[in-house]
């Protein structure tokens, strides 16, 4: 379980690991700073880190973003 931890995670992985579609992360990535790398083409994810971002109310900004920008 510790090499699962310490391992770079896929956009398919860190998505299901956080229960969100791939558009979400990319524009978490891009509107809200989730801290992803990138290498070549593919993002790749620390899952230490994404859980800090979490934490730090990271994932809860995109929820109201979108909404007041409708108007």
């Not at 070549?40 to 934490?55: N, S």
């Amino acid at each position: 379980m510790n090499e699962m931890e310490d391992r770079w995670l896929s956009i398919t992985e860190i998505c299901k690991y956080l229960g969100v579609s791939n558009d979400t992360v990319y524009k978490w990535i891009d509107k809200h700073g989730m801290p992803a790398h990138r290498m070549g083409r593919l993002w790749k994810f620390k899952k230490d880190e994404v859980d800090e971002w979490v934490k730090a109310g990271g994932a809860a900004e995109s929820s109201d973003a979108g909404k007041s920008r409708n108007l």
